[in-house]
């Protein structure tokens, strides 16, 4: 049963049409994949699910009809977005940016429990919780961000490029953590990647994506072992 689903999804910036009649299904417990080249709509799209961009069409999560509500609400529902750039606020401490992604929830200890829960995926939060999240490393970066939107206990995160800029070792552990926390949490993911090769390995369903077009979708084992497909959208 989709969790999160997509029909007849359009968007705009201004005059410009970005997306064009999207429909997507994201299963309870699933892993998706949004995948394309520059401009092909990922970002887009993940920003019309949380209400980040003007949109016409439906988006329903938990059979809910979300269209057209701003983005904190969206957030409040369960659905957490790390967007590219990572977004964390470099001046704050880490334990700061960690308390900021808290701010749904109201009981001290269960926002403590949830804390001491991530630091079991990302033992070095200890150590730095002091720290300015500005002097962290890229790689820390992008987990301190991953972190804070797992602190708001969402049902749903979508990541948009987590790998962008990251060397390939720092990129294999990110996805290897998204998938503990995805099997052990059971939180359902959306990443909008452009590796494609690693997020099909992630992944159990990709999108591929083209000009605010599905062009074509299907179960990542599927699409990873057509090589037609990969050379023709995925370049690999």
Known sequence: ??????????????????????DLEVAQGSIVALLGANGSGKTTTLRALTGGVRTSGNVLFDDREIAGLPP??????????????????GSFTVRENLSMGAYTIKDGKRS?????KLVG??????????????????GEQQMLAIARALMMEPRVILLDEPSLGLAPII???IFEILRTINREDGVTIVI???DAAAAL???????????GRVAISGPSADLAGN????KSYLGY
Do not use: C, N
């Open 227 to 230: 090589e037609q497909l990969r």
């Open 121 to 138: 995926y990302f033992p070095w939060l200890v150590d730095r919780r002091e720290q300015p999240a500005g002097l962290l490393s890229g």
């Open 192 to 194: 909008a990647e452009q």
């Open 1 to 22: 049963m989709a969790l999160l689903e997509a029909r007849k999804l359009y968007a705009r910036y201004g005059e410009s049409d970005v997306l064009h009649g999207i």
């Open 201 to 211: 390995a992630l992944a159990d369903t990709a999108y591929v994506l083209e000009v």
């Open 171 to 173: 990129v294999k552990r």
């Open 72 to 89: 904190e609400a969206v957030a409040r529902l369960g659905i957490a977005h790390v967007p590219e750039g990572r977004g964390t606020l």
């Open 112 to 116: 403590k429990a949830r804390y001491e």
